[in-house]
């Protein structure tokens, strides 16, 4: 079943009384209204789209597509709705779904078609798993147009209920992962908070903990004020697969075709039919003609016969074993093996094996990597939609610094920050732009701050967010937005300024780094760098392994210590940790040794020569 088949349905028939008897499909959502949502999602997975509205008709015809009122009277609930689609559906399937569901699964009627045709169903509808308990979701639902009778005589006789009719037809369900692409936006505080186009304030993500000190937070609840607040910037471009390496996908990639496209043979050898090998004694079969990878025979072979096949040649019509060549003689044309080499079904790839056509090839939110570019090529995909990159600006602050190529005045020091800034925004794939050095002057900062804010979609700054600094920083990037100051209770880098700021009618969040130059990289690895993957709509969480630490390490608890350290096998072959000499936040000798970080977590106290402890790996990261 392809989308041609398959009509979409939007159910927008309902009275909205939860959301206060208001049209739920045209309440303000995302900059447009919750059912143009729904519409966009909907539209390039089946061939064509019509909504079931019983109000506001002429809103709903606005958007070019069919309007159909329920026939059953009296709003009598999504059946309903289901009622009017199948009865007016020109296609043998007909997909609904919601008018409140605006985060609808991309392919979500490619895998009910894939459900529905397994299970030789009537209807499939999409069903989730949450906390172990099964979520059915009968408003998502494929079905066959020809039910339409079946339902329709459900409803005469007063039926309501969504599975009330299931007794009568052939149900099946399909599992989705993504339980969040199924919420229902059901109150008019659900559409407020859901709102993608509407930003976040810092106080009500700050909120949602249950203890909150900006002047002792812990490291997993300042992760998590900055992953709740930080939103990914909806913007996407299609590109030609080369260039798709190292972005971020945008869109789910469903695969076209089969992979393999056929049954084909796993061995050089002989393909025979099953049935063949139940003999007695010796199985002699005559070899009719030759199967090459990529050139198929079209010759069916008999009872008695098999064809010579090639490794990725096509199965001829009626085998569906192979047996692999170093196994039988070959005398005049005619194989001769001994029972039991194989059995049926041996040495033979299903078509679909790898991939089936309709199935999710590549998720959305993954960074291409070299396989995935081999994967993409072999669906025959050509272009791939990738989010835009992520516009980063970045500078460093301090009277003090000096840009390499001046000289190094009396109590100056080379600005090196922004060049381990520049590296690690390098490898994220961002499009960087260096503001280079700002002096220690309100002016100079809020013009910084203002331009980098027009131009960009984060802003990096590296020093005076320190408890010692002058308050004037503060000042201004409070003025300018939703910034706060924390203290964190971690080593190095203690002070952290985050939010977002706007100006010109442009906004972008703001991370304030410390100014030593290692607390600048922990700071960037453990707080921006999964903030800025999340606004280019990827995730990719940090990955910390298991290494047995060489040494004694002297740890508080109550924060978390990040030491730096090398990484290698051990004696026994199993990794192992060794930290690296002196730990002061200002050496960047010891972090360019070390191929790793040690993460000392919160409530840890100190290891023991020989004790397991968290590693972050360098490479890999960004
Ligand atoms: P601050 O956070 O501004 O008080 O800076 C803390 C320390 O980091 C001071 O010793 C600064 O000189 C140093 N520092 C700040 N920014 C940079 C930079 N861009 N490159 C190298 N060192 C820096
Ligand atoms: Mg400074």
């Given at each position: 079943m392809d989308s041609a088949s398959i009509s979409g349905l939007v159910l927008a028939g309902g009275r909205g009384t939860r959301m206060g008897s208001v049209d739920k499909g045209l309440q303000p959502f995302g900059g447009s209204t919750m059912v143009a949502h729904v519409l966009e999602r909907l539209r390039p997975q089946v061939a064509s789209v019509a909504i079931n509205a019983n109000q506001n008709l002429d809103a709903y015809g606005a958007f070019g597509v069919p309007v159909w009122p329920d026939?059953?009277?009296?709003?009598?609930?999504p059946l309903a709705g289901l009622e009017a689609g199948l009865r007016r559906c020109a296609t043998q399937y007909l997909l609904a779904v919601p008018?409140?569901?605006?985060?609808?699964?991309?392919?979500l009627a490619a895998r009910l078609a894939a459900g529905l045709q397994a299970a030789g169903a009537d209807l499939a509808l999409a069903v989730t798993e949450e906390n172990g308990l099964r979520q059915p979701h009968p408003v998502f639902c494929l079905v066959k147009a020809d039910k339409a009778e079946v339902l329709s005589s459900y409803l005469a006789a007063g039926g309501r209920r969504m599975?009330?009719?299931y007794p009568q037809i052939k149900v099946t369900e399909v599992l989705f992962e993504d339980a969040a692409a199924f919420r229902n936006i059901n109150t008019r505080d659900e559409l407020r908070s859901l709102d993608p186009a509407r930003p976040l304030k810092l106080a009500e993500v700050v909120s949602c903990l249950s203890a909150y000190d900006p002047d002792a937070l812990p490291v997993r609840d300042a992760q998590k004020i900055i992953r709740d607040f930080v939103a990914p910037v909806r913007s996407t471009e299609q590109v030609a697969l080369r260039a798709a390496l190292g972005r971020v996908l945008a869109l789910d990639v469903i695969s076209?075709?089969?992979?393999?496209a056929h049954d084909n043979s796993a061995m050089d050898g002989y393909a025979l039919r099953g049935s063949d090998l139940s003999a007695d004694g010796d199985i002699r079969l005559r070899v009719i003609d030759t199967a090459y990878a990529g050139r198929a025979s079209s010759l069916v072979p008999a009872a008695g016969e098999c064809v010579r096949i090639m490794t990725g040649g096509v199965m001829p019509a009626g085998c569906d074993s192979v047996v692999p060549q170093e196994f039988v003689r070959e005398e005049d044309g005619v194989i001769v093996m001994a029972p039991g080499t194989i059995r049926a079904g041996d040495n033979r790839r299903f078509a679909g094996e790898d991939l089936k056509a309709g199935s999710a090839a590549l998720r959305k939110g993954k960074v291409i990597r070299p396989a995935d570019l081999g994967l993409l090529a072999s669906l025959g995909v050509a272009e791939v939609p990738v989010q835009r990159r992520l516009r980063v600006a970045f500078f460093s602050t301090g009277d003090e610094l000096r840009s390499i190529g001046q000289p190094l005045d009396e109590g100056c020091v080379y600005d090196s920050n922004r060049y381990t800034i520049y590296g690690m925004l390098q490898r994220l794939g961002c499009d960087i732009i260096d503001m280079g050095v700002v002096r220690d002057d309100p002016a100079a900062l809020e013009a910084a701050l203002v331009e980098a804010c027009e131009n960009a979609d984060a802003i990096i700054t590296s020093g005076?967010?320190?408890?010692?600094?002058?308050d004037y920083t503060r000042q201004i990037m409070a003025r300018l937005g939703d910034v706060t100051f924390w203290k964190i209770?971690?080593?190095?880098?203690r002070p952290l300024a985050f939010g977002r700021i706007a100006s010109g009618g442009k906004s972008a969040f703001l991370f304030g780094l410390p100014g030593n130059p290692v607390a600048v990289m922990v700071s960037f690895y453990f707080f921006a760098r999964e903030a800025l993957l999340r606004m280019m709509g990827a995730e990719a969480p940090l990955e910390l392994v298991r290494a047995r630490s060489v040494a004694a390490i002297r740890k508080k608890p109550g924060r978390t210590e990040y030491q730096r350290g090398v990484l290698a096998r051990g004696e026994d072959g199993l990794p192992e940790v060794r930290i690296t000499g002196s730990q002061g936040s200002g050496i960047l000798r010891s972090m360019s040794e070390a191929n790793c970080m040690v993460v000392l977590h919160d409530e840890q106290a100190s290891v023991q020569a020989g004790e397991m402890v968290d590693v972050l790996l360098f490479e890999g990261l960004v």
């Open positions: 026939d059953t009277p009296g709003f009598a609930g008018c409140d569901s605006p985060f609808l699964p991309t392919d599975d009330g009719w076209p075709i089969n992979v393999p005076g967010v320190s408890v010692g600094a002058a209770g971690m080593r190095p880098g």
